[in-house]
């Protein structure tokens, strides 16, 4: 009884954990959130039926379905998967739910091995998990595979393209921003038509606290930036607007070099850099081509004469 719970509830668990983070990877690949929320599905699925109704078929179905998902996650980790350009990152997320699958899978193995009174009995018992533990690793190569196949045609189903920055210096929200700078208003903030809902938070010393899109924040010495983001032209794409200025003599910073690095915090899909734009008086602008929704980190690094200092921003990106 205890086993067969627990092999349900690892199940439902590793199944919910698909099921969550599948719009993530919609956003991100559509094909891996097709797959997450169907294996999710599947999960669940068999979870309450194996729960409701235990059968040795269920049982069988329980660990080709666990250790093809584990071996399926371990070669992605190896190698590129398919509908993307590189190998999976391990992430906690991910970790968490192949353990549920793995604590699953000793369940189903101990419940098929548990009952034997004799040494026949056992050996016959131990050769058929064998034979089904091989079946899954087969099962999780043969997805992949046919995965691989699939790719070439479903192109719609694979990563959406992220631009470099090289591509940024010449994309046509580039040329509009740099001929048409934003204008200081009466207040000394950036004014812009646009405005973003998206959660920012400033990071000092490790610590976040909330941030107020346009508000200012001391980099180093008297050196001020004052920060403003605003929707890109992409899908998920945003425009980080600075304007740098001494606070003591209120001069602006003009030849300063500033470059920002991106990475989602909690889940690794890959990380990207970006140089910004000196569009002349002090104003800076830094696009960043974020490729899904998401919690994402920031970090900007200013490069100035005198007094360089750096900036982090958490940005928890929304539609």
Do not use: C
């Amino acid at each position: 009884m205890k086993l067969r719970l627990s092999a349900s509830v690892f199940m439902i668990a590793a199944g919910l954990i698909h099921l969550l983070i599948a719009p993530l990877h919609w956003a991100h690949a559509p094909a891996h959130g097709l797959f997450f929320a169907l294996s999710g599905l599947a999960e669940v699925a068999w979870g309450i039926a194996f729960w409701r109704k235990p059968s040795p078929v269920m049982n069988r179905i329980g660990v080709v379905m666990a250790g093809g998902l584990i071996t399926l996650w371990v070669i992605t980790r190896l190698l590129p998967a398919p509908f993307g350009d590189e190998p999976g990152g391990i992430e906690i997320i991910g970790i968490t739910s192949k353990l549920m699958e793995g604590l699953g899978l000793a369940a189903l193995v101990g419940l098929s091995v548990s009952g034997a009174t004799s040494r026949k009995v056992k050996i016959s018992k131990w050769l058929e998990v064998e034979k089904f533990t091989a079946a899954s690793l087969m099962v999780g190569g043969l997805i992949y595979q046919i995965a691989v196949v699939a790719e070439p045609f479903f192109p719609e189903l694979g990563e959406s393209s992220t631009p470099t920055a090289a591509a940024s210096a010449v994309n046509p929200v580039s040329e509009a921003i740099t001929n048409s700078p934003p204008v200081e208003n009466t207040s000394g903030e950036i004014s812009s038509s646009n405005s973003t809902p998206d959660d920012l938070q400033l990071v000092v010393a490790g610590f976040a606290s909330p941030f107020v899109n346009g508000s200012e924040v001391p980099v180093a010495g008297d050196l001020m930036a004052q920060l403003t983001v605003t929707p890109g032209e992409e899908r998920y794409g945003r425009s980080l607007e600075l304007y740098l200025y001494h606070q003591t003599s209120s001069k602006p910073l003009t030849d300063a070099t500033v470059k920002g690095v991106a990475n989602m915090r909690f889940m690794d899909h890959g990380t990207f850099y970006q140089m910004a734009l000196n569009l002349d008086n002090g104003y800076y602008i830094l696009l960043l081509p974020f490729p899904m929704p998401g919690e994402w980190h920031l970090d900007l690094e200013i490069l100035a004469p005198d007094t360089p200092g750096t900036i982090q921003l958490d940005i928890n990106l929304f539609e």
